[in-house]
Every structure is written in C-alpha cells, then in structure tokens.
Nanobody, 114 residues
C-alpha cells in the first residue's frame, strides 16, 4: 500500500487547512486510516483516525477544531483543520492499518504562525 499525502503549508493562527491522503495498491476494505503528527523534539501522536465504517477517534487537543472524513470509493482520508494554533505546528503523517499491518505516508509539514 502506498500513501500520498498533500495539503500542508504555512498559515496564521485561526486559519484553516485541509489535508488529504490517498491510498493505493492492495487496500483491504476493512481498515482504519488516520493522521498522526510529530512536532520537533516530541513523539509522534495520534491526531484522528476513522474506520471504513465511519467511526472516528480524536485527540483531546483537536476535538471541536479538526474533522476527519473519508471517501471509501477513492481510498482517501481527509483532515479538515480549523482554528489552527501555533501548537498544531508539526509534520503530519497519514497512516493506514488493517488486520495484518500498517503503512505510513511521507509526511506533510503544517506550520502555524502566531
């Protein structure tokens, strides 16, 4: 499985960004796709994930500001990020996992200036 992420960039605090990640290759119909992030000097952490059935899970720090969604027909997951804060600055990684294994995208940088 290959993951192609896009949508990162530089924004000011309070603005919005939308990340996209498309999975290709041998994609199992039952899977979980999500976004993790890693800020400088910190460990990678879960931001949000979503099952193929639409069940979602969010980090407390992004609840109410970020929304994860997916298009199963396109094997694509989206992360709509609103009301961005400087502490959201990180490299965001797309993740795909199924019952057997998981894959990571290449990472996309999100920088939020104050």
């Amino acid at each position: 499985v290959q993951l192609q992420a896009s949508g990162g960039g530089l924004v000011q605090a309070g603005e919005s960004l939308r990340l996209s990640c498309a999975a290709s290759g041998r994609v199992f119909s039952i899977n979980v796709m999500g976004w993790y992030r890693q800020a400088p000097g910190k460990q990678r952490e879960l931001v949000a994930d979503i099952t193929n059935g639409g069940s979602t899970n969010y980090a407390d720090s992004v609840k109410g500001r970020f929304t994860i969604s997916r298009d199963n027909a396109k094997n694509t997951v989206y992360l709509q990020m609103n009301s961005l804060k400087p502490e959201d600055t990180a490299v965001y990684y797309c993740n795909y996992r199924n019952i057997r294994t998981q894959y990571w995208g290449q990472g996309t940088l999100v920088t939020v200036s104050s």
